[in-house]
């Protein structure tokens, strides 16, 4: 009878951790979020080159860089390390050797991100895709298209857990995104955080016509402070939600972006990127109709696939 | 033909098992990174950005660095990937380590001169903080404060850096 407990609690586990979801999913995370890294390390996310010519007085190693014994930052190890980045992304993109370059890129993801935080400026919005990097390369080759298309890999809408355990990492490290810094907001600041004045301080130090008019209204940055207090401590049920509810959660979070983009020019694209793990992305990639047959006679195999469509989140 | 036809591709139990040792222990780590850790535990840093009280009728601190060239014009020292390959939140976080240690600001001189040599080179530097004096969340007053200052002793070679023939 026990032994009936822990199976179905094993089963119940499965199911949440490593859904059958279709592996295209994958694919296209894969083919957004790769070419993400190279638009970040080259123009968002850019200091670690900046960070190659800096006195090594103002170097402070991250605990990570310490126990690697990676080496402070210097003008040729930095332009090494990026061009090993760009072409292991950049393979990954094109869906080629998805595990070695994968692996490789998360590698050097991993020490470029730690060369930018080791100047005693740490970031979190890079968490959920740091996550991703790490989980993509183990579900191996996967096809961006259904049907009958050439390739070597799994079928794009083919159930898959391996898949299903990848996008499940990607969606809670960005629950974990939100979640853990309404935590450290009531850790550092206390449970008077968004009753103070943080948004004050920050339109203060970086003024805009729109952030002025809105400094002049103290209750309404306190409403603010509290309305993404209040989000974020509940952003673990977007981990159970459905359809329209989950696309709504998906949405409010977008908003969220891109006001702190346009009054703090804080635009946590990392984290953005990661919210299309919540998806179902291989719809938007049709069939590819099965060779020989005449134009008109493909569109009937389009129904057929819902269900494995359906087979995720 | 159809995909949907093609069987779950289930995980083994071993593979199972990995996936979720690895998934506990990485959450595990990255909630007791916020609960408990600091910034050097990176990636199981708190995610601390903004997340600090402001009092509303506190202060508002924003450092910046000027400096005095070798031509006796006093200039803002760009604390900017471009301008010195550091920026002003990464000077503010060793803020202490400067006004202990104020021959550190030579290393900003240094790196200034290394990314423009054609521009004239800091003789001096100061580290400045404009404090802004809060009432009811509204700013009432802005002060300015000195913090460290540095005197380079060979302007033309702050730490040693870039040759010497330059303005």
Not at chain 1, 80 to 96: D, E, F, H
Not at chain 1, 163 to 186: D, E, H, I, M, N
Not at chain 1, 222 to 248: D, H, I, K, N, Y
Request: glycine share 10%; charged share 20%.
């Amino acid at each position: 009878m026990s032994g009936g407990v822990a199976g179905a609690a094993a089963g119940a586990w499965r199911r949440w951790w490593a859904p059958a979801v279709p592996a295209g999913r994958v694919a296209l995370l894969r083919a957004v979020l790769y070419p993400f890294v190279v638009l970040d390390v080259l123009v968002l996310t850019d200091d670690p080159l900046a960070h190659g010519d800096v006195p090594v007085q103002l170097y402070r190693p991250l605990a990570l860089r310490r126990l690697l014994h990676l080496p402070a930052p210097s003008p040729g190890y930095v332009r090494v390390l990026l061009v090993v980045l760009l072409v292991s992304a950049v393979v990954a993109a094109c869906g080629r050797l998805p595990r070695l370059a994968g692996a490789v890129c998360a590698a050097a993801y991993l020490d470029w991100l730690s060369n930018a935080y080791s100047y005693t400026k740490v970031d979190h919005d890079h968490a959920a895709l740091v996550v991703a990097l790490l989980v993509l390369p183990t579900v191996g080759a996967v096809r961006v298209r259904p049907g009958t298309g050439r390739g070597a890999g799994r079928g794009a809408r083919s159930p898959d857990e391996a898949a299903g355990w990848a996008l499940r990492c990607v969606q809670v490290a960005v629950v974990c995104t939100y979640f853990l810094a309404g935590c450290a907001k009531v850790r550092f600041g206390g449970w008077d955080w968004a009753g103070g004045a943080v948004l004050t301080w920050a339109f203060s130090r970086r003024r805009t016509a729109l952030t002025d008019a809105l400094a002049a209204v103290p209750p309404v940055l306190v409403a603010l402070q509290w309305l993404v207090l209040v989000a974020e401590l509940l952003s673990p049920v977007m981990l159970w939600l459905r359809g329209r509810a989950l696309a709504a959660a998906v949405l409010f979070w977008l908003a969220f972006h891109l006001g702190t983009y346009l009054t703090l020019r804080i635009h946590f694209l990392p984290t953005v990127v990661c919210l299309l793990a919540f998806a179902p992305l291989e719809r938007l990639v049709p069939p590819v109709r099965p060779r020989g047959r005449r134009a008109g006679t493909g569109r009937r195999a389009l129904p057929a696939q819902e269900p494995a469509a359906r087979g995720g989140r | 033909m159809h995909e949907a036809s093609e069987p779950v591709r289930r995980l083994g139990a071993a593979a199972l098992l990995w996936r979720s040792a690895a998934a506990v222990v990485f959450l595990l780590l990255l909630s007791a990174g916020t609960l408990r850790g600091t910034d050097d535990g990176w990636p199981f840093a708190p995610m601390s950005q903004y997340a600090f009280a402001v009092d509303l009728d506190g202060e508002v601190r924003s450092p910046y660095v000027q400096g005095t060239g070798t031509d006796g014009v006093v200039r803002r020292v760009p604390l900017t990937a471009g301008g010195v390959g550091v920026e002003r939140s990464e000077v503010e976080g060793q803020l202490p380590r400067f006004v202990r240690d104020p021959s550190l600001l030579e290393a900003l001189a240094a790196a200034h001169a290394a990314r423009h040599p054609e521009r004239v080179r800091f003789a001096s530097l100061e580290l400045r903080q404009r404090v802004s004096d809060l009432a009811g969340g509204r700013v009432v007053r802005v002060r300015d404060d000195l913090l460290a200052s540095w005197t380079v002793p060979d302007p033309r070679q702050p730490l040693g850096c870039c040759g010497g023939g330059a303005p």
